[in-house]
């Protein structure tokens, strides 16, 4: 009997272990799928965490090129908006429930290259778009909001200087909250060791870009020196 109830205990144990590893793979109803790079990803969709087992799945925008990553927002209840690059230029689609996804455009097409389109959506109908943007070994940040109107017409974030894109990508990172504010942040061109960062408000635009130290983990404290022996 003591064998029998403790063969009991352990396949409880082992239930339990198995339901919260199964658990800690989902993320929390209601919680934007964005953690990682601050976008919100729809039906799993675009390479971000799982969305959870109830949201609506939508498609890949069409003519999405073969290497390129698409990134999704909810742009409201029924809609949604996707960036991607191609052929050297930021394109956006607009996608809605009822009519699937509208025809993509390119946000600008001038001389340059863009690269790492960041998109971020208050999920009320505004979304921010920002990209790097090369001319020889020049690099700046541009962007495009986007509301009832459509897409802004792109502009450069002032003082902003990204440092140079390498394989690993130094993508800038933003974040709009509920009222349409975005902030956003990226690895210093003047200093490695900083990162820049700016705030859009609406009416007001971006402020400039202001330089601060790269957060890094508190050096551990040296241990005291051994007491003289007695």
């Not at 996608?95 to 960041?118: C, H, M, N, R, V």
């Not at 962007?143 to 902003?160: C, E, I, L, N």
């Not at 390498?166 to 990172?173: L, N, V």
């Not at 635009?205 to 790269?214: C, H, V, Y």
Request: charged fraction near 15%; aromatic fraction near 6%; charge should be neutral.
């Amino acid at each position: 009997m003591k064998f029998k109830g403790v063969a009991t205990l352990i396949a409880l144990a082992a239930t339990a272990l198995l339901g919260a590893c199964h658990d800690a793979r989902l993320p929390a109803q209601g919680s934007a799928a964005s953690e990682g790079n601050h976008t919100a990803v729809l039906g799993g969709f675009g390479g971000g965490p799982q969305a959870p087992s109830d949201a609506q799945a939508i498609p890949p925008p069409p003519g999405v090129p073969r290497l390129a990553r698409a990134q999704l927002v909810p742009s409201g209840p029924d809609a949604a908006l996707a960036v991607w690059l191609q052929d050297g230029n930021v394109v956006a689609a607009s996608y809605t429930k009822a009519g699937g996804w509208g025809p993509s455009q390119a946000l600008e097409e001038i001389f340059g290259d863009d690269s790492d389109p960041q998109l971020a959506s208050n999920g009320q109908g505004t979304a921010m778009a920002v990209w790097r943007h090369t001319v020889g070994s020049i690099q700046s940040l541009r962007y495009s909001r986007f509301d009832s109107s459509g897409w802004s017409v792109p502009d450069v974030m002032p003082g902003a200087l990204p440092q140079p894109r390498t394989e690993r990508g130094a993508a800038p990172r933003i974040r709009m909250d509920a009222q349409g504010q975005v902030l956003a942040e990226w690895t210093s061109g003047f200093d490695p060791s900083q990162t820049q960062s700016a705030r859009y408000v609406p009416g007001q635009g971006w402020s400039p870009a202001a330089s601060a130290l790269a957060s890094a983990a508190p050096a551990s404290p040296a241990p005291p020196p051994p007491s003289p022996a007695r």
